[in-house]
């Protein structure tokens, strides 16, 4: 990100929360109550909570009223960035509709809570079991009816809260992460628009504390040594065990375009755990599936969420846990499916061997192609530094557009420049098809410099050759041999996509994309080569 646009966004992005805070507001504290908890009304007020090292969180305490005690209790730390009234609206609904006691706090280093930013640290973790505790003396709360819940970044400390204190029985993680690595440096490629994002909010909304500051000032040096240090103490995947030991009912909702924490590791990580589990997979970019819901909106993700505690926390007999677990609607639009699990999801895998590409831009529908046998021995190179326009999208940006105006990430093919990266294309779909699971690909490359990036997109076509983006993946090399082949696997970005009549899928690699960090260089050169041992391939999964 440049000083301009970084300065740009830093002078836009109090306005837009200003908004954002505004709507909250106004949906949390105008809008009625449903006819059918008109019975049932709740109180709201300000509270400071004493954390255990004296630092003082503030917090908006509802409370049911007409509802007695003791109450089933909701925890919600806030998202990065945000405020306690965040969640209002979506406190006031489960109050008065389900009598749930909810505390909604901000969390450390932001807005009005004191502290540094820990990232999800030890010390939000003590937090949140503070909170718990604060509410166990000063509310009807029930001290076996506990559940947290939480949007991006506060979806991230419940569930380290809850693998840390076994009172709390259920989570709702929307829009968090599990692998804090895997999202910010995926493939050891840097993730510069979610780091930048996510620094400068922290800069403007908060206060970061002093290992925030020291992992800043190392990122700007070019070293994210503390990051990746700092990542597994703050990662759900390295506390699975302890959330199966505990029990914990966690429902992961996530977007398919998130942005900032991708879906993938957050379906890996779901099916590690052995414990009740529920996972919602719908369109969307970071936090916007559920934003509305959190404003106490009409909203699918926070209404499988208030029946999730409600079978678990209260006991509910509402059909919820004889249900498919794993719920998915297609990322282009389409009704909600259900399945087993998250490996259930892909009923079959097309394995397409790409044959050597050409530089000709006017046969672009048959050169490069994909196919059912392997080619091999062959070799083709393309220049490195120069984007094309085969990109990945903008974080927080493409995903909403996707999701609300059916408007994905496109690109036109022929104006993919073949001297600057490598083009295959598939066979059409007569009759369409639903991509749906994880793509993988394989290749073989030959950098010339030791440390290159490339980047791997897979597209649905047209005729005209005009696409939309299913999935994506970084790559970087680091210390390679220059000269010496390397093969290169790795998952692209997971996706449920049904792909029109007539359609054909498009792979593209190249060595810039402007969400990246890129290692490769102008003037620098990739080949990439297809051996005997290791054809170079892309596995395509189905529902069929």
Do not use: C
Request: without cysteine; charged residues 20%; aromatic residues 8%.
């Amino acid at each position: 990100m440049t000083p301009t646009s970084r300065r740009a966004l830093s002078g836009a992005l109090p306005r837009i929360l200003s908004v954002v805070v505004a709507s909250v507001l106004a949906a949390a504290l105008l809008s009625p109550a449903p006819a059918v908890a008109q019975t049932v009304g709740s109180t709201i007020s300000y509270e400071t909570i004493v954390s255990h090292d004296g630092t003082e969180l503030k917090a908006k305490v509802i409370t049911p009223t007409g509802v007695e005690g003791p109450r089933p209790l909701l925890v919600m730390p806030s998202a990065w960035g945000t405020p306690h009234i965040l969640y209002v609206g979506a406190a006031k609904k489960l109050a008065e509709e389900s009598g749930y006691q909810v505390v909604a706090y901000s969390s450390r280093g932001f807005w009005d809570s004191g502290g540094g930013i820990e990232v999800a640290g030890p010390e939000d973790r003590a937090d949140a079991s503070a909170v718990i505790d604060w509410a166990l003396e000063n509310t009807e709360a029930d001290v076996d009816r506990i559940g947290m819940a939480g949007i991006s970044y506060g979806a991230g400390i419940s569930l380290l809260t809850a693998a840390e204190d076994d009172r709390v029985k259920a989570v709702g993680s929307m829009s968090g992460w599990a692998d804090l690595e895997a999202a910010l440096y995926p493939n050891e490629t840097i993730d510069v628009q979610s780091a930048e994002l996510l620094l400068l909010a922290g800069n403007l909304l908060g206060q970061p504390g002093e290992l925030l500051q020291e992992a800043e000032r190392e990122y700007r040096d070019g070293n994210i040594d503390p990051i990746l240090e700092m990542a597994p103490d703050r990662s759900a995947n390295t506390r699975v065990d302890e959330l199966n030991a505990n029990g914990t009912a966690v429902m992961v909702a996530h977007g398919w375009n998130d942005g900032m924490f991708p879906v993938g590791h957050m379906a890996d990580f779901y099916e590690e755990l052995s414990g009740p589990k529920r996972l919602m997979l719908t369109p969307g970019d970071h936090a916007t599936p559920e934003a509305f819901g959190a404003v106490g909106l009409p909203n699918e993700v926070w209404e499988d969420l208030g029946r999730w505690f409600d079978h678990h926390l209260k006991g509910e007999d509402n059909g919820i846990d004889t249900e498919e677990p794993v719920r998915v609607k297609p990322n282009n639009g389409g009704e909600w499916t259900s399945h087993a699990d998250w490996p259930s999801v892909t009923t079959d895998t097309d394995e397409y061997y790409l044959g050597e590409p050409s530089k000709e831009w006017l046969r672009w529908q048959s050169s490069g192609a994909m196919e059912p046998e392997p080619e091999t021995g062959w070799d083709y190179d393309f220049r490195t530094g120069v984007g094309t326009t085969a990109e990945s999208g903008t974080v927080l940006l493409s995903g909403a557009l996707q999701q609300f105006f059916d408007v994905p990430t496109g690109v036109l093919l022929p104006t993919v420049d073949r001297y600057r990266a490598a083009v295959w294309t598939s066979p059409a779909y007569p009759d369409g098809a639903r991509v749906a699971g994880t793509p993988e690909v394989t290749f073989t490359v030959t950098p010339t410099v030791a440390d290159q990036s490339m980047f791997v997109y897979l597209y649905a076509i047209n005729e005209r050759g005009t696409g939309s983006l299913l999935s994506h993946a970084p790559y970087t090399l680091r210390d390679a041999a220059p000269g010496e082949p390397v093969t290169v696997e790795t998952d692209l970005s997971s996706v449920v996509w049904d792909v029109p009549a007539g359609k054909r899928l498009a792979v593209v690699v190249d060595s810039r994309d402007a969400r990246y960090t890129a290692e490769s260089r102008t003037g620098n050169r990739i080949e990439v080569t297809s051996p005997e041992e290791e054809p170079t391939r892309v596995s395509i999964p189905f529902t069929r």
